[in-house]
């Protein structure tokens, strides 16, 4: 595909999933904003760069390896003027001695779930002098393998992370069970998600971000309050069969 042609598929994906973000907003009475992100895992940097061209203004990744060489290409100070503006966003499960790679690369990290985490992210923002930007995942319907602290857990461990002066806490993220936002009723988790952040931005004005919604079931996440959703396949089209590595470009 050429660069034209990339940039008109990923403008007129992004179009849609806009106007369904509007409808929903308008649907569930919302005048406040929701946030586009971008998952661009195992796209190019070539695409990354259509969807910002479209006017994109938040691009996350789920891999360490990846999201840093993406880095090292499209942010910091070698970044292309286009980029420059961008947000970035970690959403993958973080391994404690993989943390080293993420903090301090100005990244929102959503998937924070447990003390241990924690701890490894405020030694190693410490160290290197900067405030780390967390979210903390939650996993509202308790799948065994899933990552995500439990609802009975999220006020104590976010309590936790605010205590950490390197930790800056801004809100909850969720992934609700994949058999649910397919079939529509994933909507009585992310109300679950939504009454968490309500009772905690009551004694924590900060904590107010909800990262929920996909591309299968964001509509329902921008209806119980999503401030930010994660939609990879409606914005880039399927996933490449690996992970983006230097040198390959498509
Ligand atoms: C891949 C991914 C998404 C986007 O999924 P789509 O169904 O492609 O929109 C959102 N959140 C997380 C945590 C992901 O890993």
């Known amino acids: 595909m050429t660069d034209g042609e990339l940039e008109r598929a990923v403008a007129g994906r992004i179009e849609q999933v806009r106007a369904r973000i509007q409808r929903a907003a308008r649907a569930g009475g919302r005048t406040d904003d929701v946030r586009l992100v971008a998952v661009s895992k195992t796209h190019s940097p070539r695409a990354i760069r259509a969807a910002v061209a479209s006017g994109v203004t938040d691009v996350a990744e789920n891999r360490v390896a990846e999201v840093t060489a993406k880095l090292d290409l499209l942010a910091g100070a ?86 950490q002066p390197h930790v800056v806490v801004s809100g909850l993220m969720t992934i609700p069970p994949l058999q649910d936002s397919a079939d529509g009723t994933a909507g009585r988790w992310f109300a679950e998600l939504a009454r968490a952040r309500d009772r905690l931005v009551q004694r924590w004005p900060d904590v107010h971000e909800l990262s929920m919604g996909m591309s299968a079931d964001l509509e329902q996440a921008v209806q119980h309050g999503a401030t930010m959703v994660r939609v990879g396949t409606d914005v880039f089209g399927p996933r490449k069969t690996g992970p983006w590595r230097p040198g390959r470009d498509t």
């Open 78 to 163: 070698q970044a292309p003027a286009d980029m420059a503006h961008v947000g970035w966003h970690f959403i993958g499960q973080v391994q404690s001695r993989k943390a080293s790679h993420l903090v301090g690369r100005d990244l929102l990290v959503h998937s924070v779930d447990r003390r241990s985490l924690v701890d490894r992210i405020e030694r190693l923002a410490a160290r290197r002098g900067v405030l780390q930007r967390i979210l903390v995942q939650v996993n509202v319907a308790g799948e065994s393998g899933k990552g995500g602290c439990s609802l009975r857990e999220v006020d104590e461990l976010v309590a936790y992370a605010l205590d």
